[in-house]
């Protein structure tokens, strides 16, 4: 079974609908991130959370929010979708560990905004 | 906005080959330097976690080192395969004042290895 999942993995909406992105992991790590990748751009951090309480926005977090429902929950949504949202989204979690803290992806949720 | 540039955005090698690429970043408020290969249809998965200015790191037939004075990473593949095929993507951690932010990403290196 795969330690980081996200549900859906592919999703088409309409402008204006709210979505939300699931995140789960059994990894047992308190930190969570939300990136999104567009073609030519790169990987850009969403949000991101640290522990259960902790809720931090990240480059690019506008027109998007976060609820980390537990230590094992991230989820990602978008109020009122819009077209330049349309992205692959990955969820990531890191096991905190100083500097040499890694992250482990999710297989994306690749989301269509029409 | 850190600015994490990658470079040559794409590149096709010769199976056997070797080849290199580079990432350069901020050369202040260094925390760490990550690389992951990011295969096609897949997650992104961590090749390189690299902290000390001249660290070296080594996994098979790739390796990296880091400047962190001068702000830039390589990525060595000797004797590409086929397998190799994938974007290479670097990523910058800050130190913050509670400890480290998120990655910022690079836009990656498109490797393609040619039989």
């Known amino acids: ?18 979505i939300m992105l699931e995140c789960s992991q059994t990894k047992g790590h308190d930190r969570m991130y939300w990136y999104r990748q567009d073609p030519g751009l790169g990987l850009r ?15 690019i ?29 990955f969820c990531a979690t890191s096991d905190g560990v100083g500097s040499l803290e890694t992250q482990y992806f999710g297989p994306g949720t690749r ?3 029409l | 906005i850190l600015n ?4 040559p955005q794409s590149l096709h090698v010769q199976e056997g080959d070797s080849t290199n690429f580079t990432c350069s970043f901020p050369s202040s408020n260094f925390y760490a330097l990550h690389w992951y290969r990011w295969e096609t249809a897949k997650s992104p998965e961590a090749l390189f976690v690299m902290t000390l200015n001249g660290d ?17 990473s390589y990525l060595y593949i000797k004797g590409s395969q086929p397998e190799d ?25 498109h490797l393609i290895i040619q039989p």
């Open chain 2, 56 to 72: 070296e790191k080594k996994k098979g037939r790739i390796s990296a080192t880091l400047n962190t004075k001068e702000g830039y």
């Open chain 1, 61 to 89: 977090s506008d027109g998007y929010s976060v609820s980390r429902q537990a230590q094992a929950k991230f989820s990602l949504s978008l109020e009122s979708a819009i077209p330049n949202q349309t992205a692959l989204y």
């Open chain 2, 4 to 7: 994490v540039e990658q470079s």
């Open chain 1, 45 to 59: 951090l969403i949000y991101y959370s640290f522990d259960v309480k902790d809720i931090n926005k990240g480059e």
């Open chain 1, 111 to 113: 989301l269509l905004v």
């Open chain 1, 1 to 18: 079974d795969a330690d980081v999942t996200q549900t859906p993995r592919n999703r088409i909406t309409k402008t204006g609908k709210r």
């Open chain 2, 85 to 109: 095929s994938a974007t290479y993507l670097c990523a910058f951690m800050a130190h913050s004042g509670g400890g480290a932010d998120g990655l910022t990403f690079g836009k990656g290196t």
